[in-house]
């Protein structure tokens, strides 16, 4: 929804707060999920939100983006998939916001809120903000299967370009009466680029206005995405302050916020003309990249979990040859003592594939899927891992 961006550089004392602290070191677990957000996949998701035109409250056209929204979580496997209804303009204009919850193994009752709002005003809004909805939409896909310690909400917003309306009413209406324990809010709006324009910088937003008690928290977190942002993608990044958009109600309830604004602003947004074509769909790759591995850094990834998914059981096994032509074959370092599930997912999080291997040695027929990147997922008894799997 905004309208200018003012850079702003601050000179910043050491902030200090209660709250536990994690190093920031490239981790090679969140590594190698980051390399699975897909470019197809983004500059897919942009155009059917486009071919959606202006996706104003009160229109056919919303509810069709907001029914596309929800079966694609549905496809992805989230089975907590709410819509907050709510209204405004003395009852004139009704619509929903779409709250997906995951629900983490340490602190369930706690969470992350990762939102961008999906509504749009006098065109398609391919960037303001098709960019942040397909973001959280690649974000929800490659954290379905990963299990996080704290619980995550990806929250679609409505009514922002109205005035904030969709997560005015969700603080006063949800957090409020229900006393949710909000851990952060992490907001994305427009963070799609210019086209022919050097994109190489994203601007994390930190809170800088009343009420003052959150600001030095706020500050903490935000430097933490910028060295997400840099730890996971190839961007550079410019810290600024928080305006304008759906975590300021967050924000004025005293909750601790952070979010990203494209660099280089666009001059499309609010018109016919905000369009993918005047977009930087490879600067989008770069921003979700980044913003997954600030995802996971928030909501702490649990190892515990993943000590015989991803670290032994992911050892005993091998997939080759990887790329492939269709001809896979599965090998165990140990014996099997029971089957193993094998389970194919396209880049839309949609299973293609699968089949219970009962030998140390399988070779599989992959031949009749399309070319492009897949995830491949071994479920032995309790324990599951995924590889990544390239078909050409």
């Known amino acids: 929804m905004k309208h200018f961006y003012l850079s702003i550089k601050l000179c910043l004392l050491v902030l200090f707060i209660s709250a536990p602290t994690f190093s920031q070191t490239f981790n090679s677990y969140y590594g190698d999920i980051v390399s699975n957000v897909s470019q197809t996949n983004i500059t897919n998701d942009l155009m059917t939100f486009e071919n959606f035109g202006e996706k104003n409250v009160n229109s056919s056209r919303i509810t069709n983006a907001q029914n596309w929204i929800t079966a694609r979580y549905a496809s992805m496997g989230y089975t907590n998939v709410d819509l907050h209804q709510f209204s405004y303009s003395s009852g004139t204009k009704v619509s929903n916001n779409i709250i997906v919850t995951k629900t983490g193994t340490t602190y369930p009752n706690t969470y992350v809120i990762i939102d961008a709002h999906y509504d749009t005003i006098n065109g398609p809004g391919t960037n303001d903000n098709g960019s942040g909805t397909v973001l959280l939409l690649e974000l929800a896909r490659l954290l379905a299967n990963v299990p996080t310690e704290y619980s995550i909400k990806f929250i679609h917003f409505s009514g922002e370009e109205d005035g904030l309306w969709g997560s005015k009413r ?11 324990d909000i851990k952060l809010v992490f907001n994305i709006d427009e963070v799609g680029g210019v ?9 994390c ?3 800088q206005g009343s009420p003052y008690s959150n600001n030095a928290a706020s500050s903490v ?11 996971y993608s190839n961007l550079n990044t410019d810290i600024s302050y928080a305006y304008a958009s759906d975590y300021m109600p967050f924000e004025d309830n005293g909750e601790v916020i952070t979010g990203l604004y494209e660099y280089n602003e ?15 769909p490879v600067y989008l790759y770069e921003v979700t990249k980044g913003s997954l591995g600030a995802a996971m850094f928030f909501a702490q990834v649990d190892f515990n979990t ?10 005993n096994i091998n997939m080759y040859p990887n790329p492939s032509k269709g001809q896979v074959t599965i090998s165990f370092n140990a014996v099997l003592n029971d089957s193993a599930n094998f ?15 009962t030998q140390q040695q399988a070779t599989l027929n992959l031949e009749h899927l399309p070319s492009g990147v897949y995830m491949a997922v071994f479920e032995v008894g309790n324990n599951r891992t995924s590889k990544k799997l390239i078909l050409n």
């Open 306 to 315: 993943l000590n015989t998914e991803s670290f032994v059981l992911d050892s």
């Open 221 to 231: 977190v935000t430097d933490q995405l910028a060295t997400c942002i840099e730890l």
């Open 205 to 207: 937003e930190r809170d």
């Open 170 to 180: 969700y603080v006063s209406q949800v957090v409020n009466p229900q006393n949710l």
């Open 343 to 357: 389970k194919v997912y396209d880049i839309l999080g949609k299973q293609v594939f699968q089949k219970s291997i």
């Open 195 to 203: 086209a022919g324009m050097t994109n190489n910088t994203i601007v």
């Open 266 to 280: 666009t001059t499309h947004a609010h018109t016919a003309t905000d369009l993918l074509v005047n977009m930087d």
